[in-house]
């Protein structure tokens, strides 16, 4: 018996067909709607949490500032707040920040001193004292350090870092001497109270020059804060050009002022200012059909108000969406508008971070 070869051989093949044209749309419309759906939650994952490590920052120099008041019995500052918004400083560009850091983390040494980092600094030319940048911080100076910010939020605005934008003063000691800057690199604006400041609030509209001036030069030029300490951020020259985005706080082409509290322009920065530091718990009897502008404060929001620019990178920002819709037709905020049309704190209109300390 013999067995004959098997020449049996399976010879069926399975069809393979490729994507149809609409099976390819199809994936590559879900792809899409994927991606669309990932990158503005990863983008916006990422803007929070700068936020939050800016809101943090603030949080912990509150603090420093309030230990600061609690051991010294005073507002930290090397120079008085009224020295600080002294008309020359508009120029000068030293900033209140950076006298703050002065008592929080050092650096002050004899007027003699010498070396490539040693720098005169002072908010006018006749009221300066040397500051040695190797000597901030409480390990070279001995002193106790407050305050010590991480490096990354400790940084010259000197123009030659690519994270922190233009020089903010043709005063090359005052471009020296760090910063304390934001999640974005852009500078956390500190506004402390004149202390020496001690007339009445009167219930009228005259409050505006009483909470806030342009400076502290002039007969009877005295309030409780001045534009001139936040100068060099907030002017309408390179200093206004923050971060690394480079973000202008003032359009001087266009005239118009991106940040209400820097608009020189409209001359409003007092009034501004004045809405931002005064209490919204504190306002003056006022009948119903009182104007906006007769709404006036009895105290100031803190001795001291940490501010920083928010996601947007702009103080006070003009554009913002809630914030534009609380402006007047000047272009600009008065404390009123926290009572009027309806109860409202005018700062929830802007994503500014601003902490009022004790």
């Known amino acids: ?65 309030s230990q600061f008041i609690l051991d010294q019995r005073r507002v930290p500052g090397y120079f008085s707040a009224r020295e600080m918004g002294d008309a020359e400083n508009e120029s000068r560009g030293f900033s209140a920040m950076q006298n703050v850091m002065l008592d929080l983390a050092g650096g002050v040494v004899a007027n003699n001193a010498t070396g490539n980092l040693a720098t005169q600094v002072g908010p006018t030319a006749a009221n300066t004292i040397t500051v040695d940048i190797n000597q901030i911080g409480a390990a070279a100076s001995g002193n106790k350090a407050y305050f010590t910010p991480k490096s990354k939020n400790y940084r010259a605005q000197d123009g030659l870092d690519a994270d922190v934008g233009k020089r903010t003063s043709s005063v090359n000691g005052h471009v ?10 852009a ?38 804060f001045y534009w001139a300490s936040n100068a060099a ?14 973000l202008p706080q003032t359009d001087r082409n266009a005239g118009k002022g991106y940040s209400v509290i820097s608009n020189a322009l409209q001359a409003a920065k007092s009034a501004n200012l004045a809405a931002l530091l005064a209490s919204p718990n504190s306002p003056a009897p006022y009948s119903a059909t009182a104007a906006v502008a007769d709404i006036c404060p009895t105290a100031p929001i803190g001795s001291f108000v940490i501010h920083a620019a928010g996601q947007d990178g702009v103080f006070f920002n003009a554009r913002d969406k809630g914030g534009a819709g609380n402006l007047d037709a000047g272009g600009f905020i008065r404390y009123g508008q926290n009572f009027k049309p309806k109860p409202s704190p005018i700062l929830g209109g802007f994503d500014d971070v601003v902490i009022p300390g004790n």
């Open 233 to 246: 951020f907030l002017s309408d020259g390179d200093g206004d050009f923050l971060g690394k985005r480079l």
């Open 176 to 185: 020296k001497i760090p910063e304390v800057v934001d999640a974005e690199g």
């Open 1 to 65: 018996m013999h067995s004959l070869p098997c020449t049996f051989a399976a010879t069926s093949r399975i069809a393979r067909r490729a994507f149809s044209i609409v099976e390819l749309l199809v994936v590559i419309a879900i792809i899409a709607l994927v991606v669309s759906i990932v990158i503005p939650a990863v983008g916006g994952a990422r803007k929070n949490a700068k936020q939050a490590d800016t809101i943090g920052l603030c949080n912990s120099l509150s603090q420093a500032c």
């Open 187 to 224: 500078p956390i604006l500190i506004w402390t109270i004149d202390e020496a400041a001690k007339a009445p609030f009167p219930n009228t509209a005259a409050w505006v020059p009483l909470m806030a001036r342009d400076n502290s030069s002039g007969n009877n030029a005295v309030a409780r």
